[in-house]
């Protein structure tokens, strides 16, 4: 791997497992491991799901208006909650990709211990490389940020997918390009991945790859955002703790949380949204 993409690793394996520690009280109860933003209700009379959890998953399920889903792949899968819904939703099998081998292993054990290891699998693997063949589903939701060679990773979807099989991909995006960002720069550096991708860079990416695109959302009105003077100390906060911390952990820690506190700065200024894409391979030629 590159020095970037190394990095990027790093703070993606020790973010996954600070998440997994904090979040054992809520598992105890029976709630699941999220590693996605927390979304807030719909407005009133608007079409989105109630959460950003089990809501989101039901939410895009019933948006496939009945296409098949026996077979679906999971593309950044995590601790494998939303794979583990999938599955059901589609009653048949799923596979689950994460560069992240503690992911791996905690998925793996939570599907047997609910009795989907026969439908459920994870595997630690790039997204650059082959993702398999026959899939009726793809799933990519806020996985594709880290990817510094998206056209290579859509192709990759592509040939994975069955024809007329659907690619839902749901991403944190720029409205627009930006010749010089401040708080764009701050999250590529913090995250050690490309700038923020623009909407239209996202279309044009699915178009090169051959995947048409049916149905799009914008879900920003339920991204939640702090206020300012909030939004500045938690700033503070976070560059001391990245400059004084002895912890190379906690110093790639804070990396995280200050990216997150960068796009939360764009969400909070308008410039960013959170786009869900539905598209398909299409059917081949008769």
Same mark, same amino acid.
């Given at each position: 791997?590159?020095?970037?993409?190394?990095?990027?690793? %790093?703070?993606?394996?020790?973010?996954?497992?600070?998440?997994?520690?904090?979040?054992?009280?809520?598992?105890?109860?029976?709630?699941?491991?999220?590693?996605?933003?927390?979304?807030?209700?719909?407005?009133?009379?608007?079409?989105?799901?109630?959460?950003? $959890?089990?809501?989101?998953?039901?939410?895009?399920?019933?948006?496939?208006?009945?296409?098949?889903?026996?077979?679906?792949?999971?593309?950044?899968?995590?601790?494998?909650? =939303?794979?583990?819904?999938? %599955?059901?939703?589609?009653?048949?099998?799923?596979?689950?990709?994460?560069?992240?081998?503690?992911?791996?292993?905690?998925? =793996?054990?939570?599907?047997?211990?609910?009795?989907?290891?026969?439908?459920?699998?994870?595997?630690?693997?790039?997204?650059?490389?082959? &993702?398999?063949? $026959?899939?009726?589903?793809?799933?990519?939701?806020?996985?594709?940020?880290?990817?510094?060679?998206?056209?290579?990773?859509?192709?990759?979807?592509?040939?994975? &997918?069955?024809?007329?099989?659907?690619?839902?991909?749901?991403?944190?995006?720029?409205?627009?390009?930006?010749?010089?960002? $401040?708080?764009?720069?701050?999250?590529?550096?913090?995250?050690? =991945?490309?700038?923020?991708? =623009?909407?239209?860079?996202?279309?044009?990416?699915?178009?090169?790859?051959?995947?048409?695109?049916?149905?799009?959302?914008?879900?920003?009105?339920?991204?939640?955002?702090?206020?300012?003077?909030?939004?500045? %100390?938690?700033?503070?906060?976070?560059?001391?703790?990245?400059?004084?911390?002895?912890?190379? %952990?906690?110093?790639? &820690?804070?990396?995280?949380?200050?990216?997150?506190?960068?796009?939360?700065?764009?969400?909070?200024? $308008?410039?960013?949204?959170?786009?869900?894409?539905?598209?398909?391979?299409?059917?081949?030629?008769?």
């Amino acid at each position: 791997m590159t020095g970037r993409a190394t990095d990027a690793a %790093a703070l993606y394996e020790t973010l996954s497992r600070w998440q997994w520690w904090r979040s054992r009280g809520a598992r105890a109860r029976g709630g699941g491991l999220e590693l996605r933003k927390r979304l807030l209700p719909p407005p009133s009379g608007a079409d989105g799901p109630a959460d950003g $959890g089990a809501g989101l998953d039901e939410w895009l399920f019933a948006r496939l208006d009945g296409r098949p889903a026996g077979r679906v792949l999971d593309l950044g899968c995590g601790f494998g909650a =939303s794979a583990q819904r999938w %599955a059901r939703f589609g009653g048949g099998e799923l596979v689950g990709v994460t560069p992240s081998p503690f992911q791996v292993a905690k998925a =793996s054990a939570a599907a047997a211990r609910v009795g989907l290891a026969a439908r459920v699998r994870f595997v630690r693997q790039a997204l650059t490389g082959p &993702l398999g063949d $026959g899939f009726d589903i793809v799933l990519a939701i806020e996985a594709l940020g880290h990817e510094p060679d998206l056209d290579t990773v859509l192709t990759n979807v592509r040939r994975a &997918l069955r024809p007329g099989g659907v690619f839902v991909w749901v991403e944190d995006l720029a409205r627009a390009e930006s010749g010089d960002d $401040g708080d764009r720069r701050e999250l590529a550096a913090a995250w050690a =991945s490309p700038p923020l991708r =623009s909407v239209a860079a996202a279309r044009g990416a699915l178009q090169r790859a051959g995947l048409r695109t049916f149905r799009t959302f914008d879900l920003s009105p339920q991204v939640p955002v702090a206020a300012g003077p909030r939004l500045a %100390a938690r700033r503070a906060r976070l560059e001391r703790l990245r400059r004084w911390s002895p912890l190379p %952990a906690m110093r790639r &820690l804070a990396a995280a949380f200050a990216g997150g506190a960068a796009l939360e700065r764009l969400y909070a200024r $308008g410039a960013a949204c959170y786009v869900v894409w539905m598209s398909e391979r299409p059917p081949e030629a008769a």
